[in-house]
């Protein structure tokens, strides 16, 4: 395994190990687990767990039960050690298998932080984070498989760029849609979307005003900083 540095979120309280060079999560994994609106108890699923940030994240807010799944069975591993080491193993467990490839039974709450990229871009020479940043065209079976693990009443949850909105809702149903933009600054353009999916909810999409990150000095405005550093919720959907 490649060197790993100890990481702290949520104003240091999780402690998560990852990789020192290869993709490492940030702010998006802490926003996705920030917007799944799960309660004690409930069960949820990520697909693409990496090293399990956005699901310990989550279950540290919630008292959740969460599964992973992670292709990669050095990022596996470092998601179950860091379950272990935030003495969340009761609750959160990691699976090394092809997210795309096999089923996993339905969840009360299902979300991921698929690859940004599609064919566009240079691929990066590290494997681990070529494979973390490049879909190579899976984009919509991400969200098709998503969809496919939702229970009755559950909800599918996922950040994705924002030029790629339209790829994730010609794979969504056509109703129970909420479209929710992370903008960098009041007045500018959304990098990020956080795109999420009630199951038995009708309606056409909702494009709601999002959340502001930054202020204009460049520090988290209060609303980012409390979810960033407090585990405060992202609320979505009603």
């Keep these: 395994m490649s060197a790993i540095t ?14 020192r060079r290869g993709f490492r999560a940030g702010l998006d994994a802490v926003m996705l687990a920030a917007a799944v609106p799960a309660t004690a108890n409930q069960t949820c699923l990520e697909l693409g767990a990496g090293v399990g940030t956005a699901s310990l994240c989550l279950a540290a807010r919630t008292d959740c039960r969460v599964n992973g799944i992670e292709i990669d069975p050095e990022l596996t591993e470092l998601a179950n050690q860091n379950a272990a080491l935030n003495a969340m193993a009761d609750r959160a467990s990691f699976e090394c298998a092809d997210a795309l490839a096999t089923r996993h039974g339905t969840f009360d709450h299902v979300f991921c932080n698929p690859p940004f990229h599609g064919s566009d871009g240079q691929t990066s020479p590290n494997a681990q984070k070529a494979r973390a940043l490049q879909d190579e065209g899976t984009l919509k079976d991400w969200v098709r498989s998503g969809v496919e693990h939702v229970a009755s009443n559950g909800r599918f949850t996922t950040i994705i760029r924002a030029d790629r909105l339209d790829e994730v809702l010609t794979a969504l149903p056509a109703t129970g849609v909420y479209i929710f933009p992370l903008l960098p600054r009041e007045g500018e353009l959304p990098k990020r979307v956080i795109v999420q999916w009630h199951e038995g909810s009708g309606g056409e999409p909702i494009r709601l005003p999002g959340l502001i990150l930054h202020q204009a000095s460049g520090r988290y405005t209060s609303e980012a900083d409390a979810i960033l550093r407090d585990a405060a919720p992202l609320r979505i959907t009603p």
Excluded: I, V
Aim: hydrophobic share 30%; glycine share 8%.
């Design 6 to 19: 100890e990481d702290g979120f949520l104003n240091d309280r999780l402690k998560l190990r990852q990789p």
